[in-house]
Structure formats: C-alpha cells, structure tokens
C-alpha cells in the first residue's frame, strides 16, 4: 500500500516536500516512481528510481528543481521540489512496480496511492 501527504498551496518560485508511506512490501525489489496529473491532461511521470540502485529518472521540466529521495529506514520514498511553477500543478501520485519497469510511464506502474493535491498560485 501507497500513501501520499506533503501536497497543498504553494507560491510560485517555493519549495515542497511530498511523502509516499510504503507499507506491506519488501522496498528493495521495487522501483518507485512519482506521477502527476493537471485537470484535462494525462498523467505523466515526474521522477523514478529503483530502490536496489542510484538510478533515477527526471522528466525534463523538473531536472534540476526535484530530487527524489529513498528513506529506506522509514520505508518511504520522498520528492522535493524548488522553483515551483504554476504549470507542477497537479495531483501527485506516487507509484510502484515491480520487476523493475522500461520506462517511468503511468502504464508501467500497477500498485498506486490515492494522489495528494499541489497547487502553484500566488
């Protein structure tokens, strides 16, 4: 089971920290990844990583203001992002799948969470 918090109103140009609780499952045999979702558009990866290696994966928009962090110890994967825009709006999903996927696509994933909102606006 996969349960999201961290999401809420944020300015334009601040920071946040979401959390995804892993429960139920040994972490060490599956890649996790974030998802998100604006209104009227398709859900699209934002970040992936196994948590067996360093690989990770950034969706072009946010490389470089995300980082996605692997707490083992609390069985939980974390995503910090800065520089937030209007246009990371979305619900957040966070995803996991195991064996390890291709691709970060919402199609590769089948265990999800519940999503957690983030809304960028001044």
């Known amino acids: 089971q996969l349960a999201e918090s961290g999401g809420g109103l944020v300015q334009p140009g601040g920071s946040l920290r979401l959390s995804c609780a892993v429960s139920g499952t040994n972490l060490d045999y599956y890649t996790f990844g974030w998802f998100r979702q604006a209104p009227g558009k398709e859900r699209e990866g934002v970040s992936c990583?196994?948590?067996?290696?360093?690989?990770?994966w950034y969706r072009d928009s946010v490389k470089g203001r995300a980082t996605i962090i692997r707490d083992t110890a609390n069985k939980a994967l974390h995503l910090e992002m800065a520089g937030l825009k209007p246009e990371d709006t979305g619900t957040y999903y966070c995803?996991?799948?195991?064996?390890?996927?291709?691709?970060?696509?919402?199609?590769?994933?089948?265990?999800w969470g519940q999503g957690t909102q983030v809304t960028v606006s001044s």
């Open positions: 995803a996991a799948q195991s064996p390890r996927p291709y691709f970060c696509s919402p199609g590769e994933f089948h265990s």
């Open positions: 990583a196994p948590m067996s290696d360093g690989f990770t």
